[in-house]
């Protein structure tokens, strides 16, 4: 087997000497220039595992070359070397396509690290493109949104860089984390994810970073800190808006030191992860607001990737209720359900306030309420809540839609309550109209259950189904 190949371009002969050297312990072979012309004419001759390049050149900068490798040499890794400090220019290459940066003066553990990342980042490019797209499959939608979502995927797991994955509750940011790590060098290390507003605020410090034996009252034993586990993977903090001001300090420390100290320790732990983070916050207002740490925000948000809700690729939504359908039916062990058009033009129509987690809630509840595998509109039993179609483009409202004035949507007080802020769970709220509506039409029919689902407009299955899950005795 060939010795694998590093291409430096810098001009400073002392760093080139440095990297050559230290390169050269690790079995690599390299080859060092000083310019940006020297480096088209090598890559113009032969393929590299690797490149590394200064971002000041005598007749050039390192952007070119890495638009350049982008362009001619899409799988070659690419890091960029930086001065000290200079965290713009590290995030633009970054955002060019770099796999990462290294700071002058150099790091030479560091060094290395990296160098092993992204060799391994480069033979699996080489044997892995396919399963790459298997994994992207996963992510449902023909919609030009949902193909930059997947193609803005396939370029960020090239590099290191902290991203930011925002969008609304039940848009799938979990699962864009899950493609990110999977398509990139750290696929073969942890997935670690976290729900930052699920974990108590006393007992944070010790899920994030460990603790020893004895260090407080019922540390029976040692134990291993969120950093820890995810080694050399992938650390996913879902919901970091919810993360209180004490422990966004502690953050902020563990992931530009590269290291934690366990509660009760004396030393440092060195850590090698990737953050990723995500909330359906506006992590930008937080910061204003004086909620959410700003120097935390820029250090998690070298890229940010959006998630687009449901109701922005509408078009998807008939692709996503048949992947649901057999994703129900593998798990049930029965035949997948099929949608009327009237179910499914219904489904269209709908503004999705829980995107694709409420279409799963849905699906789910209309297979357990329809009769056989077909499911009519009237099984979805969705909320009365304003057609999108009949709603105008308010664009004072960043292309929200408001109802019409006068109309039947604009006559529904109850709607206007549910939503982020209101303090009241869309799935409650739909709940207690429904147990509302389910005993008025039980105490109209004298508890008479079949002529109640007449009176519904359900099946007598469907509402002794409702019973059972609203508690109605």
């Known amino acids: 087997m060939s010795a694998q190949t590093v291409l430096v371009i810098d001009d400073e002969r002392d760093i080139r000497e440095l990297l050559t050297i230290t390169l050269g312990r690790m079995d690599l072979q390299v080859e060092a220039v000083g310019t940006v012309t020297e480096a088209r004419r090598a890559l113009g001759e032969r393929s590299y595992d690797l490149c590394f390049t200064d971002m000041r050149l005598p007749d050039g900068t390192g952007h ?25 220019a590290a995030v633009n290459a970054l955002k060019a396509g770099a796999f990462d940066f290294v700071s002058k003066p150099v790091d030479i553990q560091m060094l290395r690290r990296l160098v092993r990342t992204a060799l391994q980042l480069a033979e699996e490019r080489k044997s892995g493109a396919a399963a790459a797209t298997g994994a992207a ?23 290191q860089a902290p991203v930011y994955i925002a969008g609304e509750s039940g848009v799938g940011k979990e699962l864009v984390a899950r493609l990110i790590h999977e398509q ?12 930052c507003g699920a974990i108590p605020s006393e007992l944070m410090e010790s899920e994030f970073f460990g603790h020893k034996k004895g260090s407080f009252t019922g540390a029976s034993s040692d134990k291993e800190g969120l950093f820890q586990a995810a080694h050399g993977g992938t650390l996913f903090l879902d919901e970091v808006a919810e993360l209180p001001l004490h422990m966004q300090v502690k953050l902020l420390r563990a992931i530009q030191e590269k290291a934690v100290r366990p509660i009760g320790a004396r030393e440092e732990v060195p850590v090698d992860v990737r953050i990723l983070s995500a909330t359906h916050k506006d992590l930008a207002r ?15 948000n070298v890229i940010e990737l959006r998630v687009p809700p449901l109701r922005e690729r509408r078009g998807d939504v008939p692709q996503l209720a048949a992947f649901i359908l057999r994703s129900l039916a593998a798990k049930s062990g029965g035949a997948p359900g099929r949608l009327r058009p009237d179910a499914q033009q219904a489904l269209e129509d709908y503004d999705f306030p829980g995107n694709v987690r409420e279409l799963e809630n849905i699906l789910e509840r209309a297979m357990a309420m329809c009769e056989g595998d077909t499911i009519d509109a009237v099984d979805l ?5 304003p057609l999108r179609q009949q709603e105008p483009l308010d664009p004072a409202h960043g292309g929200m ?6 109309s039947p949507a604009a006559a ?46 359900i099946t007598f299955r469907a509402l002794r189904y409702k019973l059972k899950k609203l508690g109605i005795d």
Request: hydrophobic content about 40%; cysteine-free; aromatic content about 6%.
């Open 137 to 159: 499959g996963r992510l449902v939608g023909d919609s030009q949104a949902m193909q930059q979502v997947r193609a803005t995927i396939t370029k960020l797991a090239r590099n």
């Open 286 to 300: 937080l910061v204003e607001q004086g909620q959410f740490r700003q120097d935390l925000f820029y250090r998690i």
């Open 184 to 195: 990139g060098p750290r696929a073969s290390g942890p997935f670690v994810p976290v729900n």
């Open 64 to 88: 070119e070359v890495i638009e350049l490798i982008a362009a001619t040499h899409p799988d070659m890794p690419v890091a960029m070397i930086t001065a000290y400090g200079n965290v713009d």
């Open 381 to 385: 039993m969705l909320p009365q809540r």
């Open 412 to 457: 529904q007080p109850p709607a206007a309550h549910v939503g982020p802020g209101s303090g009241v769970p869309l799935d409650d709220y739909i709940s207690n109209l429904e147990r509302t509506a389910i005993i008025k039409a039980l105490e109209e029919s004298r508890y008479n259950k079949t002529a109640a689902a007449k009176k519904l407009g």
């Open 401 to 406: 839609h408001a109802p019409q004035t006068g």
